[in-house]
């Protein structure tokens, strides 16, 4: 089991724009962006799409098996200029099954008023 979800999540990382495009008529736009995730989680790089007051960051985060080291809580999601400077930082609280340590994802979305550059650079990180 560990395996297959392993798999799935390779896979989903490397999909082709058009092949992972479940956003309707949202315009995902063409900004770098980065994810750092702590030992036993997986998490994605966000997906960033064009709204009429700023940017969405969508994005998945998921517990591999078996993992009893520090839980995650939130995910921050940091706007850097070219030269890696921080720009704006907005975070979410995300929740997992507590009770079991079975693999489980969850997702976490975020707007923001940001106006991205495509030189400019999106990180999200597991807290």
Do not use: N
């Amino acid at each position: 089991m560990t395996r297959l979800f392993t798999l799935l999540l390779a896979a989903l990382a490397f999909a082709p724009p058009a092949l992972a495009a479940p956003y309707g008529e949202a315009r995902v736009l063409p900004v770098r962006s980065q994810a750092q995730a702590r030992p036993g989680y997986h998490l994605a790089r966000p997906d960033l799409l064009a709204t009429a007051s700023g940017v969405r960051a969508h994005g998945m985060i998921c517990r591999r098996a078996g993992h009893a080291g520090l839980p995650v809580r939130r995910v921050r999601v940091q706007h850097l200029d070219p030269a890696g400077r921080v720009l704006d930082v907005v975070e979410v609280r995300v929740d997992f099954d507590s009770v079991r340590r079975s693999a489980s994802c969850t997702a976490y979305d975020l707007a923001t008023a940001w106006k991205i550059d495509p030189a400019d650079t999106v990180l999200a990180s597991a807290l």
